[in-house]
Nanobody, 127 residues
């Protein structure tokens, strides 16, 4: 049974930075695709970033590239998310997701493609 555990959330002032980490356990290798999603208060879950094992190149949600950087560590089975220049609209519960399926890039942002999810970590951006 694959388990994903997020860490690193918290309270940060606008313009600040946070680094989230997702650790996968329960199997000997990381999924073919790992991703971050977020759910702002009162809104639907949205895609933040995803990294396919085959390419290692991150894909990002709209307007996040440049402020957010996703990186995978295959040896440690982790997916990190460095978030800089945080804005109040970045406030959300951030979820790590994983699938062993080979997704095409266009499917990375579809949350129904992922079968494993973490419990989420809260990111609050406030002065």
């Amino acid at each position: 049974q694959v388990q994903l555990l997020e860490s690193g959330g918290g309270l940060v002032q606008p313009g600040g930075s946070l680094r989230l980490s997702c650790a996968a356990s329960g199997r000997a290798f990381t999924g073919n695709t790992m991703a971050w999603f977020r759910q702002p208060p009162g809104k639907n879950r949205e895609f933040v970033a995803g990294v396919k094992r085959s390419s290692g190149v991150p894909s990002y949600g709209d307007s996040l590239k440049g402020r957010f950087t996703a990186s995978r560590n295959y040896a440690k089975n982790t997916l990190d998310l460095q978030m800089n220049s945080l804005k109040p609209e970045d406030e959300a519960v951030y979820y790590c997701a994983d699938t062993n399926r080979l997704l095409i890039t266009a499917s990375l942002a579809s949350d129904n493609e992922y079968e494993h999810w973490g419990q989420g970590t809260q990111v609050t951006v406030s002065a």
